[in-house]
């Protein structure tokens, strides 16, 4: 029982420390903020909105979220990231509510280098509606949306858009079958 006392004690200063480095980079944040063994890693030259009663969590791995100058991250209300989410963004990345993302997922509006020699980087923003699951070690790149209730499985790379309340798995991601849920649904 001590530990779990000590533990909880440890995670409210790991939220008061992130919501102050939250405000101190320029970011807005709502009510209710819940981190989870550590702070997250915070770099913001854009705009990073943090929605109410988002949870964080940073074991074994810190969350990193960054903005470039043109960049922003926002997370709806009740998002959770799990343990090595890296989201960066020089565009936008947008996050609809209750939407859950796994352990080690990757979300990058941009592809950071030029893939041929006089080609210009262009970030494309990307999407990701409500109530969405995005699994373990998935990567999602530039210009992706992924429609509300929609389900990518774990190790997939989303090149394509998801539509709403469909499964999409594998590398390039492919459709695997549709999601029943209704509007008011909610993952918990």
Do not use: C
């Amino acid at each position: 029982m001590p530990f779990l006392f000590l533990t909880a004690q440890f995670d409210r200063l790991y939220a008061g420390l992130t919501r102050m480095r939250v405000r101190a980079i320029g970011g807005q944040l709502g009510q209710h903020l819940r981190v989870r063994g550590g702070m997250p890693y915070l770099r913001n030259e854009g705009r990073l909105v943090i929605g109410d009663r988002v949870r964080l969590r940073n074991e074994p791995s810190r969350i990193r979220l960054g903005t470039a100058a043109d960049g922003a991250i926002i997370l709806g209300n009740q998002v959770s990231l799990n343990t090595g989410v890296h989201m960066f963004s020089a565009a936008r990345i947008e996050i609809g509510d209750g939407t859950r993302i796994g352990d080690n997922a990757a979300l990058f509006d941009t592809s950071f280098h030029a893939v041929h020699q006089d080609q210009a980087v262009r970030p494309r923003p990307i999407s990701i509606g409500r109530n969405v699951w995005i699994g373990r070690n998935a990567i999602i790149l530039p210009g992706v949306t992924i429609g509300d209730h929609a389900v990518v499985a774990a190790g997939a790379v989303v090149f394509d858009d998801v539509p709403a309340r469909q499964l999409w798995r594998g590398n390039p991601a492919a459709f695997v079958k549709h999601v029943r849920a209704d509007d008011g649904f909610q993952r918990s």
